[in-house]
């Protein structure tokens, strides 16, 4: 499987946006990048997905490099509600419901 | 719509005994995943089903299984509990096989003494 390399750990100041990168350099072209994040005693939830073009909805907003081997999510304006570990996850297009494999993530903390 | 369940949501058992966890998945949803998650090993997949047939497993011993029902309501159970098989336990649905958001549960947490 292709693996992904996030940073363990982020802060952000509330209110302001914050960049959540993930590296993939060994993508491949039939691979989606997923992105899940998991609150404090809940499970992961679904954050957002991409192929190759840019993607927003109204949670973040989703940038990938032009060769595919890094991403980016992106929170517009953090809040404390957003703190939270997020993981950047690999899946392979149209191979059916293939299961996630998650990583280590990266934890995010907001202060306020 | 209602979100994923997952029953009990806390359970202490003895090392030797076994266990049946339970799942509800979302509504319409006819794919559920289970997820086993340990501070040491984090997220990992343990299994899959879709119309009552198991589509994936994940690299766990045979103590692990689990079923689908004609609702699409899951268990999963663990025979001859272990120490190490203290985690949280997470069930994920979602409608199909190609559908790509999957949604979780809350979790059971399970505790082996």
């Known amino acids: 499987d292709a693996k992904t390399t996030q940073p363990n750990s982020m802060e952000s100041n509330e209110e302001e946006p914050v960049h959540l990168p993930c590296n993939h350099s060994?993508?491949?072209?039939?691979?989606?990048i997923h992105w899940y994040r998991q609150l404090p005693s809940q499970g992961p939830e679904y954050v957002i997905h991409?192929?190759?073009s840019n993607v927003n909805n109204r949670m973040a907003s989703l940038a990938i490099a032009e060769d595919r081997k890094s991403s980016t999510l992106i929170l517009h304006r953090a809040t404390l509600r957003d703190a939270a570990v997020y993981y950047c996850?690999?899946?392979?297009?149209?191979?059916?419901?293939?299961?996630?494999?998650f990583g280590k993530g990266t934890r995010l903390s907001v202060i306020a | 719509k209602a979100g994923v369940t997952q029953t009990p949501r806390y359970l202490i058992k003895t090392r030797g005994q076994q266990v049946t966890l339970s799942c509800s998945p979302i509504?319409?949803?006819?794919?559920v995943s289970w997820y086993q998650q340990t501070p040491g090993q984090g997220l990992q997949f343990l299994f899959e089903?879709?119309?009552?047939?198991?589509?994936n497993k994940g690299n766990f011993p045979g103590r692990f299984s689990g079923r689908q029902f004609s609702n699409s309501r899951s268990e999963m159970n663990v025979s001859t509990l272990e120490l190490g098989d203290s985690a949280l336990y997470l069930c994920?649905?979602?409608?199909?096989?190609?559908?790509?958001?999957?949604?979780f549960g809350p979790g059971t947490r399970l505790t082996v003494t």
């Open positions: 994920a649905s979602s409608l199909g096989l190609r559908d790509y958001e999957q949604y």
């Open positions: 060994t993508i491949s072209g039939t691979d989606y």
């Open positions: 991409g192929l190759t």
């Open positions: 996850i690999l899946r392979l297009r149209n191979s059916g419901n293939t299961p996630l494999v």
């Open positions: 509504s319409g949803h006819r794919s």
């Open positions: 089903y879709f119309s009552e047939t198991q589509r």
